[in-house]
């Protein structure tokens, strides 16, 4: 008998704890970085939009979406993730060889 009520007391204190923590979610979030109360999203950016941040011609990234090189297609459009020109921009993505190679 007495797991019976010690069972229905810890469930009823989940439904407690999980209720309060529904009821502070909305008011904490404006004080903990995004990470915390949920999966940080990857930012996209349009072929003009890496262009200008990788000093590139659009062109030039447009040819490296269509080699595969970068970026995913989304319907008619190429959406590029920040960290893919993050690491465009550290030298990790494309490596230089000598010139005329």
Not at 41 to 65: G, I, S, Y
Request: one cysteine or more; a positive charge; aromatic letters at 8%.
């Amino acid at each position: 008998m007495s797991d019976l009520i010690l069972e229905r007391h810890e469930e009823s204190l989940a439904d407690t704890v999980r209720s309060i923590f529904n009821w502070l979610k909305p008011r904490l979030e404006f004080l903990l970085p995004d990470h915390t109360l949920s999966p940080p999203r990857p930012r996209f950016l349009t072929p003009v939009e890496a262009a200008n941040v990788m000093r590139v011609n659009p062109q030039t990234v447009m040819k490296w979406c269509r080699q595969r090189r970068m970026g995913v297609k989304s319907g008619r459009k190429w959406l590029i993730t920040q960290e893919e020109v993050d690491r465009y921009l550290r030298g990790v993505l494309f490596t230089k060889g000598p010139k005329g190679s």
